[in-house]
């Protein structure tokens, strides 16, 4: 374990080192939009998203160079995610990682720009990566669109806005959160898959490994929030809302996170004598206290 938390340590150096690089602009007249992009995206987010890429990357013996774009991407894709689930029409969350949310801070208008701003440059540093050939960033970018996209965290959001009330099918639920959450995990396993030239049925376990793991980071997101105050969490909680709590109580939540857990150990048997970091992550994602 202590191997793995100075792997993430580093993990988080080289993002943010790289992050500052593709987000760097001298425009003036951008001054405050960058200023509200760079505020949300170097506010303390765990970096976990671009530890699983690595992670993956390393099972196919793939060095961090080919995969710091793509590890960059989907932090970007996370990050403008988040500014724009705190928005008033959106969650109307006013504490994002123990600060004020984007919004809060620079307004609506230019927060929504920030997302979009970032939503775009995750596509763009993918594609302008030299050390990926054509045809794999064309499959990274069109996975990653996909699931971004209306069947997945922009459809999970739209059902979880119209949809989700505290009695709702636990359907429902298991629909909102497969695409909002664990849709960005897959996306995030199937392209580094692709990059390290993943077969068919090691590509279905990326991604059935990622859907599990990101399923049951939601469960314990959801029990995190029920027990802490937003002051502890760093964001806003209890909205009148449905979650796992809500619907199945805070014992079977539990029991669901394990399980998931342990389907997502199960699907990497495949790699079996590479797979020890894939079960660690999902042993450190069941234990977070934030
Ligand atoms: C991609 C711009 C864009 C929109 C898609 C708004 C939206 C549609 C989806 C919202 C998805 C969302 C907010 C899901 C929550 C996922 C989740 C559990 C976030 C917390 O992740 P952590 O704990 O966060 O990794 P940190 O702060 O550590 O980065």
């Known amino acids: 374990m202590e191997e793995m938390m100075n ?14 690089k593709y987000m760097r ?41 080919k995969l710091v774009s793509l590890a960059c991407a989907v932090e970007m894709i996370h990050t403008a995610s988040l500014i724009m689930d705190d928005l008033p029409h959106m969650d109307d969350a006013d504490v994002r990682r123990g600060k004020p949310a984007n919004h809060i801070v620079y307004g609506q208008d230019v927060a929504s720009l920030a997302s979009i701003g970032l939503l775009t440059k995750a596509y763009e540093v993918v594609l302008q990566d030299p050390e990926l ?24 959001q739209f059902v979880d806005l119209k949809h989700s009330t505290p009695t709702m099918e636990y359907s429902t639920l298991e629909y909102i959160h497969i695409r909002k959450t664990a849709s960005l995990f897959m996306g995030v396993g199937t392209s580094a898959g692709i990059i ?35 002051e502890e969490m760093g964001k806003s909680v209890q909205k009148d809302k449905g979650n796992f709590i809500k619907l199945l109580g805070a014992e079977k939540s539990r029991q669901l996170a394990e399980e998931c857990a342990e389907r997502a150990i199960e699907a990497t048997h495949i790699f ?9 992550l999902g042993k450190m994602l069941l234990a977070r206290r934030n």
């Open 272 to 280: 079996s004598g590479r797979n020890d970091k894939l079960i660690m």
């Open 25 to 65: 602009n001298d425009e003036p007249l951008l001054k405050i939009l960058i200023e509200s992009i760079d505020y949300s995206l170097f506010s303390g987010g765990k970096r976990i998203r671009p530890l699983f890429c690595f992670i993956v990357g390393e099972i196919f013996g793939v060095p961090n160079k």
């Open 196 to 230: 390290g030239g993943a077969s068919k049925e090691e590509s279905l376990a990326l991604e059935n490994y990622a859907k599990n793991i990101g399923f049951a980071f939601q469960i314990m997101d959801d029990l995190l929030d029920s027990d802490g105050k937003p």
């Open 7 to 20: 792997e993430f340590r580093k993990t988080r150096e080289l993002i943010d080192q790289k992050l500052r």
């Open 133 to 156: 050939p054509d045809d794999k960033k064309a499959k990274v970018v069109q996975k990653l669109a996909n699931i971004v996209g209306i069947e997945g965290m922009v459809g999970g």
